[in-house]
Nanobody, 127 residues
Framework: QVQLVESGGGLVQPGGSLRLSCAAS????????IGWFRQAPGKERAGVSC??????SIYYTDSVKGRFTISRDKNTVYLQMNSLKPEDTAVYYC??????????????????????WGQGTQVTVSS
């Protein structure tokens, strides 16, 4: 049974940093693409950053470029978030595609409809 378990969320002041982790288990092979999505109150869930092994691509949504960094170590994916802003407040979800599915990082984040989701972790940026 595939599981994605996020950790690392919390409350941080504007300008602060947090590091999210997502441990993926139950995969026979490493998922080709994995990434982070977020949903703020009253808004739709949207891709933040995704990483794909198929073409070694990484995608960041414009609002986090230069502040967030995604990285991956086998079946664990990290999101280092620096210079956090109040508008980054959201529930952050880890997501992955099923084994064998080939997709670029951009496609996954923008329209990929991941096959698996974590339970989410709350990130609140407030003074």
């Amino acid at each position: 049974q595939v599981q994605l378990v996020e950790s690392g969320g919390g409350l941080v002041q504007p300008g602060g940093s947090l590091r999210l982790s997502c441990a993926a288990s139950g995969f026979a092979l490493e998922p080709n693409a994995i990434g982070w999505f977020r949903q703020a109150p009253g808004k739709e869930r949207a891709g933040v950053s995704c990483i794909s092994r198929s073409d070694a691509s990484i995608y960041y949504t414009d609002s986090v470029k230069g502040r967030f960094t995604i990285s991956r170590d086998k079946n664990t994916v990290y999101l280092q978030m620096n210079s956090l802003k109040p508008e980054d407040t959201a529930v952050y979800y880890c997501a992955a595609v099923r084994e064998g599915r080939i997709i670029t990082a951009q496609a996954m984040c923008l329209r990929g409809q991941p096959n698996y989701w974590g339970q989410g972790t709350q990130v609140t940026v407030s003074s």
